[in-house]
């Protein structure tokens, strides 16, 4: 069965962009001090319940992956792109990242603590966003934690949200 277009056209839009896109945001991690903390409250959050692995599904270049590794998590990184998952084990030859849809993950059910999807589901469509939740989920070790990055559809203003046992959050952003 072939795969849905929009899959294929985000890997190729990504692919072409891979280093530049690397370039652009290698320091936007460090200029934003609202993005390390919601990382830095997922990572409390995942050791505080014992750690173990935590999938950064989208990765693209992995600086996001690097992040979650240097607050002490057992990051590992997912993309669509074949460029982008080349440019992250480039820059970060000591983590893993993984060629796969994070519509399809080929991670066993129960094998994740969190999950962080970081402006990688702002690709995929509305109707199909409910069933990647739903594996994101499936995948996870416990009642876990996961937490996600993107833009309103509505407002195209930034927010964010996370999941951690049965608690969920999603609040505009900055
Ligand atoms: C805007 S970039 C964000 C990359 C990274 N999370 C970051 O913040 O630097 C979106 C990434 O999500 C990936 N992506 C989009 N849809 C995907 C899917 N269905 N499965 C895996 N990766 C996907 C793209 O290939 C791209 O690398």
Not at 43 to 64: F, I, K, T, W
Not at 149 to 162: D, M
């Amino acid at each position: 069965m072939s795969e849905p277009s929009h899959l294929s056209q985000i890997r190729t839009a990504y692919d072409v962009v891979a280093d530049d896109y690397a370039a652009l945001l290698a320091d936007a991690l460090a200029a934003s001090l609202f993005d390390r903390a919601v990382l830095g409250a997922f990572a409390e959050l995942v050791l505080a319940d014992g750690g173990g692995p935590v999938g950064h599904l989208g990765c693209g270049p992995g600086r996001v992956t690097a992040h979650l590794a240097s607050l002490g998590l057992a990051a590992f990184g997912v993309d669509l792109s074949p460029g982008m998952v080349a440019v992250a084990r480039r820059t970060y030859p000591h983590l893993r990242f993984d060629q796969g849809s994070i519509s399809d993950l080929a991670i066993a059910d129960g094998v994740l603590a969190g999950a962080a999807a970081w402006y990688s589901i702002i690709h995929t469509p509305p109707s199909l966003q409910p069933s990647v939740f739903a594996s994101f989920i499936g995948s996870s070790a416990r009642p876990a934690t996961w937490c996600w990055r993107s833009r309103s559809v509505t407002t195209n203003g930034a927010i964010w949200g996370w999941r951690t046992g049965t608690t969920s959050t999603s609040m505009p952003g900055d």
